[in-house]
């Protein structure tokens, strides 16, 4: 299997906010990274369903507007981050690393 494969599978990426339903359905992640603007779903609705699905699962949600309500309506269903683009590569690889440290964390508390 080449590189580009098995980079797909580690990291699947869906082309529509109903793509990215039916892998959370089939798979769990520990990690959902969303845009906010999408056709049919968009990233709130995604958000919800990720939640739904797996509450443990991060969330991070980018949005190119920047409106009052889309974070408050996100941080209200839990997203455990929100990002306006475009945003500097160094600053996602952080809150990335955030996430899943607080992923880590919370299941440590768990057991």
Same mark, same amino acid.
């Given at each position: 299997?080449?590189?580009?494969?098995?980079?797909?599978?580690?990291?699947?990426?869906?082309?529509?906010? @109903?793509?990215?339903?039916?892998?959370?359905? #089939? /798979?769990?992640?520990? &990690?959902?990274?969303?845009? +906010? %603007?999408?056709? @049919?779903?968009?990233?709130?609705?995604?958000? #919800? /369903?990720?939640?739904? &699905?797996?509450?443990?699962? +991060? %969330?991070?949600?980018?949005?190119?507007?920047?409106?009052?309500?889309?974070?408050?309506?996100? &941080?209200?269903?839990?997203?455990?981050?929100?990002?306006?683009?475009?945003?500097?590569?160094?600053?996602?690889?952080?809150?990335?690393?955030?996430?899943?440290?607080?992923?880590?964390?919370?299941?440590?508390?768990?057991?």
């Amino acid at each position: 299997m080449g590189i580009g494969n098995r980079r797909r599978r580690a990291f699947p990426r869906a082309q529509s906010g @109903e793509e990215a339903v039916e892998l959370l359905k #089939k /798979n769990m992640f520990d &990690l959902v990274i969303t845009d +906010q %603007v999408m056709n @049919e779903l968009d990233g709130i609705q995604v958000l #919800k /369903n990720v939640k739904e &699905l797996n509450p443990e699962t +991060q %969330v991070i949600i980018f949005t190119g507007y920047n409106t009052f309500s889309t974070p408050v309506d996100a &941080l209200r269903l839990r997203a455990d981050e929100f990002l306006l683009k475009p945003c500097e590569s160094k600053e996602l690889i952080r809150i990335v690393k955030r996430c899943l440290e607080n992923l880590v964390s919370s299941r440590k508390i768990k057991l």
